[in-house]
């Protein structure tokens, strides 16, 4: 079976910040893909990232970075100076074992006052 | 730049009654998937369409829930009849489709069900 666990339910942080979201994940999967998403007010989710399990390169994008680290289990995500368009609700996503269908996290609420 | 599209946005109804969501994924997306995100929860697939046929519906109450997709294209989610647990977002994501590497979902902006 296939679990996410994002345990931090909400950050408040002031703009200008740096923040980091925890992922941690459990699979019996050795080839498997990592998600982050974004969920702004709107609703919609928004593709962030994937990334596979065979590739442990950190990536930046701006002001976006993750920190996938296969001994840990972990797939972090940074944002450095944050802003007030950053607050969201973000969620980490495993697939793998030949299943084409994500599974989600419960998610990090993220709150950035100016 | 292409989007998913869902109507309504927002539908609130009294138990008992029916209610359909409708879907229109990105053109050329041959698959597409239908969630349910109950609020503080992450989303949880409810069924999943390869071009007009069902690829997954394990998780969909068939009791009361129904999915077509019927010329392979958009796509309309029913539920008859509501009940109170069913107040949640529906987001409907489509994808390329392919089999040998993952494919990326993209979602619409959902339609949010309050039953009363």
């Known amino acids: 079976a296939q679990k996410v666990t994002q345990a931090q339910t909400e950050i408040s942080v002031v703009e200008k910040e740096d923040v980091t979201l925890d992922c941690v994940y459990e699979?019996?999967?050795?080839?498997?893909?990592l998600f982050w998403y974004k969920q702004p007010p709107s609703g919609e989710l928004v593709f962030l990232i994937r990334?596979?399990?065979?590739?442990?390169q950190n990536e930046i994008s701006g002001r976006y970075s993750w920190n996938f680290q296969k001994s840990t289990s972990s797939f972090n995500f940074t944002i450095t100076a944050s802003q007030v368009v950053d607050s969201a609700v973000y969620f980490c996503?495993?697939?793998?074992?030949?299943?084409?269908?994500?599974?989600f996290g419960r998610g990090t609420s993220l709150i950035v006052h100016p | 730049e292409a989007e998913v599209a869902q109507s309504p946005r927002y539908k609130i109804t009294e138990k008992s009654q029916a209610v359909a969501f409708w879907c229109d994924p990105i053109?050329?997306?041959?698959?597409l998937y239908w969630y349910r995100q109950i609020l503080g929860q992450g989303p949880e697939l409810l069924v999943q369409?390869?071009?007009?046929?069902?690829?997954?519906d394990s998780q969909l109450p068939k009791d009361r829930f129904s999915a077509e997709r019927l010329k392979g294209v958009d796509s309309t989610l029913k539920i008859q009849p509501a009940e109170l647990g069913d107040s949640a977002m529906y987001l409907c994501?489509?994808?390329?489709?392919?089999?040998?590497?993952?494919?990326?979902?993209?979602f619409g902006p959902g339609t949010r069900l309050t039953v009363l």
């Open positions: 996503a495993l697939e793998g074992g030949g299943s084409y269908i994500p599974t």
């Open positions: 994501a489509s994808s390329l489709g392919g089999r040998t590497v993952p494919d990326t979902q993209y």
């Open positions: 990334r596979n399990s065979f590739d442990e």
């Open positions: 369409f390869q071009d007009e046929s069902v690829v997954d």
């Open positions: 699979t019996r999967d050795t080839t498997y893909y």
């Open positions: 053109s050329g997306h041959a698959t």
